[in-house]
T-cell receptor, first 112, second 116 residues
């Protein structure tokens, strides 16, 4: 799987939008972009994923650059419960090994 | 339950002791993964099962680590002769199908192992 780079940490105020960036300049055409987050003392949980088009779900939105070399996870209104480590992961459709490669992620702090 | 269940939630082992960590994946899920997460780090892949077959064990750090899934459902991760560097959270995850980059992977809450 291609590598991703994310800022180590970010801060946001409660009820404001948060834009979490991810760079993946070596992405291949068959790589899906996945976002997971990990709340304190819990296992990672799925947030959203996409291939080429922007995606929306009840948790967040995923904006994918036209050249796919970067993406942004958007939390529309941050809450205190959104404080977590956010992981951006690339997963190749041809990766039969199935392993999911996590980087260090971005630690998001939400201030009241 | 509806999610991935792991036990024990917390385990303190004396150095040299053997430990066994259990994972109950979501019912019907074909794929099962084990990850190791050290404090302050992201999860690192250990091994992958497709039903009962262990198709990838490239992440197991040494031959003291052994995983099995004999009937294609419950899995056990065994660590023999534990050492202090084995202290970590061990995460189990499952997904419905055997492949597909768009598949969602569901994680358990982890088993926290401390070796003293």
């Amino acid at each position: 799987d291609a590598k991703t780079t994310q800022p180590n940490s970010m801060e946001s105020n409660e009820e404001e939008p948060v834009h979490l960036p991810c760079n993946h300049s070596t992405i291949s055409g068959t790589d899906y972009i996945h976002w997971y987050r990990q709340l304190p003392s819990q296992g990672p949980e799925y947030v959203i994923h996409g291939l080429t088009s922007n995606v929306n779900n009840r948790m967040a939105s995923l904006a994918i650059a036209e050249d796919r070399k970067s993406s942004t996870l958007i939390l529309h209104r941050a809450t205190l419960r959104d404080a977590a480590v956010y992981y951006c992961i690339l997963r190749d459709v041809d990766n039969y090994g199935q392993n999911f490669v996590f980087g260090p992620g971005t630690r998001l702090s939400v201030l009241p | 339950g509806a999610g991935v269940s792991q036990s024990p939630r917390y385990k303190v082992a004396k150095r040299g002791q053997d430990v066994a960590l259990r994972c109950d994946p979501i019912s019907g899920h074909v794929s099962l993964f084990w990850y190791q997460q050290a404090l302050g780090q992201g999860p690192e892949f250990l091994t992958y099962f497709q039903n009962e077959a262990q198709l990838d064990k490239s992440g197991l750090p040494s031959d003291r680590f052994f995983a099995e899934r004999p009937e294609g459902s419950v899995s056990t991760l065994k660590i023999q002769r534990t050492q202090q560097e084995d202290s970590a959270v061990y995460l189990c995850a499952s997904s419905l199908t055997r492949q597909g980059a768009g598949n969602t992977i569901y994680f358990g809450e982890g088993s926290w192992l401390t070796v003293v």
